[in-house]
């Protein structure tokens, strides 16, 4: 397994996102990557459209098509490869992304870099934990990683990954009870709102109301660039069918009611990516045909 899926988090972060470059092959620079990734300072993924170029099939794996709610713009932007840096130093992370770019080679292009950073205790910028819910001790690798399928697949998640950008000015023009109201749970201690509105984000998410329960493994992260600032929303399962229960909930899907959380913040990106399993020698690519 990538140990970096199941670690606390770190300080900080760094989150880039490659394009592959048809007409290229893309081994070359894959199987160099793979000898840097050792899965816990480097978590690695790979998209629905690198492993399709490569002639080979992961059970599971797919390309994200978001649910469609009322008055809710989901956006999909898929990637052939994701990598979470993750370290105690922002410019040991930018040197550490900056190599692994060369290794991959003219084959595959940049789209995207963002930084990310642990903030007041594990709490979002909006000043809510996140991952109250996340699952405990023993129930961790159980929701995280695949297991029963097999050499080169057990020990791999399938990682959903979004960018939400909040809105800080509608933030602070809420009072503090409307935000609490929203969010479902109190700023100030973190306990839950029983008789919070449907539309609160912890009612649409509780992951134990779901049928089968949708658990997942969260790994967010607050991120801020220039004047613009939010939630690196990462989230690791043995499938993707946990995280799709709960957003077609968020997204008002199933009921018609939208998760109140859309009034604060917005998804910008939205992709899956399949963590291959990681051994001493790096990322594991038998599923691949490496």
Not at 123 to 147: C, I, M, Q, S
Not at 166 to 180: E, V
Not at 242 to 253: D, H, I, T, V, Y
């Amino acid at each position: 397994m990538q140990s970096g899926i199941l670690d606390a988090l770190p300080a900080h972060a760094r989150y880039l996102s490659f394009s592959f470059k048809p007409g290229h092959d893309p081994r070359p620079g894959l199987r160099a990557l793979a000898a840097h990734s050792d899965g816990r300072a480097t978590v690695t993924g790979l998209g629905a459209s690198l492993v399709a170029a490569l002639s080979a099939t992961v059970p599971g794996l797919r390309a994200f098509v978001p649910p469609t709610g009322p008055g809710v713009e989901l956006p999909a932007t898929p990637a052939a490869l994701w990598c979470w840096l993750r370290g105690s130093d922002r410019g040991e992370l930018f040197q550490r992304g900056e190599r692994l770019a060369q290794v991959l080679g003219d084959a595959y292009r940049l789209l995207e870099a963002v930084d990310g950073f642990s903030h007041d205790g594990g709490r979002d910028l909006t000043g809510y934990e996140d991952g109250t819910e996340n699952p405990k001790g023993d129930e961790v690798p159980r929701v995280a990683l695949v297991a029963g399928a097999g050499p080169g697949l057990d020990g791999g998640s399938f990682v959903a990954v979004q960018r939400w950008r909040h809105d800080f000015a509608a933030i602070r023009a809420m009072t503090p009870q409307a935000r609490d109201e929203a969010v479902g749970r109190r700023r100030i201690d973190n306990e839950e709102i029983v008789d919070a509105p449907a539309s609160a984000h912890v009612k649409r998410t509780a992951q134990e109301n779901f049928e089968p329960p949708a658990f997942t493994w969260r790994r967010s992260m607050p991120w801020v660039q220039g004047g613009e600032g939010g939630l690196m929303f990462v989230s690791f399962g043995a499938s993707f069918d946990g995280f799709e229960a709960q957003l077609r909930r968020m997204s008002g899907a199933e009921d018609g009611v939208c998760d109140a959380i859309f009034g604060m913040s917005q998804p910008v990106s939205g992709a899956y990516f399949w963590c291959p399993p990681a051994g001493p020698a790096g990322l594991d690519l038998r599923a691949l045909g490496f």
